[in-house]
């Protein structure tokens, strides 16, 4: 069975692209190269995708040049966004998250 990867919105306009990034909090459960996803925009599924690469850091690394491309906004407001998306952890600076980038699959 597919894992399911639900987006709010549609950052940077990244889910009509072939290859597309998602930063997410780590999970190794979760998330694992080479497995498909059924990728979701509000609950809708809109396509699938195989994840090709991880990349692991802590919040307090993330730059303008990861969170350009991952959500069309600087780091100051990627790690605004990234808080308001996980609220339940007090303090994300000490979190380790994941950089996924996705290849859309047919």
């Known amino acids: 069975m597919l894992g399911i990867i639900n987006f709010s919105y549609n950052w940077n306009n990244k889910l009509n692209c072939k290859f597309f990034t998602t930063l997410r909090l780590t999970n190794y459960n979760k998330y694992r190269t080479g497995l498909v996803y059924e990728i979701q925009l509000n609950n809708q599924s809109i396509k699938h995708a195989r994840i090709v690469e991880i990349k692991v850091f802590p919040l307090d690394k993330i730059n303008d040049f990861i969170s350009g ?7 100051e407001e990627t790690i605004k966004i990234i808080n308001r998306m996980y609220p339940e952890t007090i303090n994300n600076v000490d979190k380790s998250f994941m950089l996924i980038l996705l290849e859309t699959v047919k």
């Open 69 to 75: 491309l991952d959500t069309g906004y600087n780091k």
